[in-house]
């Protein structure tokens, strides 16, 4: 027996049940299955100019500033993604970045005043594993190490302002194999 399910909804759970007899003996078997979300849809900005403080630095290079691509969720307005921003990092080393996937990073500044940046991978490994990046805020709250009016307080959040997002020193952080460290120091 196959059936092809039509209009369901995205990122539901719902629940297969089969039951077949030959007559004599009957069985059933139920499964859960939880549908996947479509793809956020980007449009793309343009480019913007990146300087990078998060990785580079910490292996003794000099802030460096760049073009990038810039996109923002037609679904979630402020939430912004930079394209690959370190497949272009004209101080990686060679080999240090792994150009077979998309490495985007994705920033919400949904909040102006409480610019954050969750977990993820930025593609680089130097040789102690595969470094990803978040913000300080986004590490408490996830941690449930501080409220976000704690971080706030604290002055960890990000800013946007005027087109442009910044973040406060020691405001990010980079891990890897070895480790979490502050990130943008400068």
Not at 16 to 43: I, R
Not at 131 to 137: E, G
Not at 162 to 185: E, H, Q, W
Request: net charge negative; proline share 5%.
């Amino acid at each position: 027996f196959y059936s092809l399910m039509t209009s369901l909804k995205d990122n539901t759970s719902y629940t297969l049940v089969v039951w077949a007899t030959n007559g004599t003996k009957a069985t059933f078997e139920a499964v859960e299955y939880t549908t996947a979300k479509y793809p956020e849809v980007f449009k793309t900005l343009g480019t913007g100019l990146y300087s990078e403080d998060i990785v580079g630095p910490l292996f003794g290079q000099k802030v460096v500033s760049y073009e990038i691509t810039i996109e923002e969720s037609e679904e979630t307005p402020g939430k912004y993604r930079l394209v690959n921003p370190y497949s272009s990092y004209p101080a990686n080393p060679t080999g240090g970045y792994d150009n077979s996937n998309d490495y985007n990073i994705v920033i919400f500044a949904n909040d102006p005043e409480r610019v954050y940046i969750p977990l993820q991978e930025t593609g680089c490994d130097y040789g102690y594993g595969m470094m990803s990046m978040m913000s300080m805020a986004y590490f408490q709250i996830a941690t449930g190490n501080m409220t976000a009016d704690q971080c706030a307080e604290a002055g960890l959040f990000g800013t946007l302002k005027d087109g442009v997002i910044t973040f406060p020193v020691k405001a990010l952080l980079v891990t890897d194999d070895d480790g979490t460290y502050y990130a943008n120091n400068n």
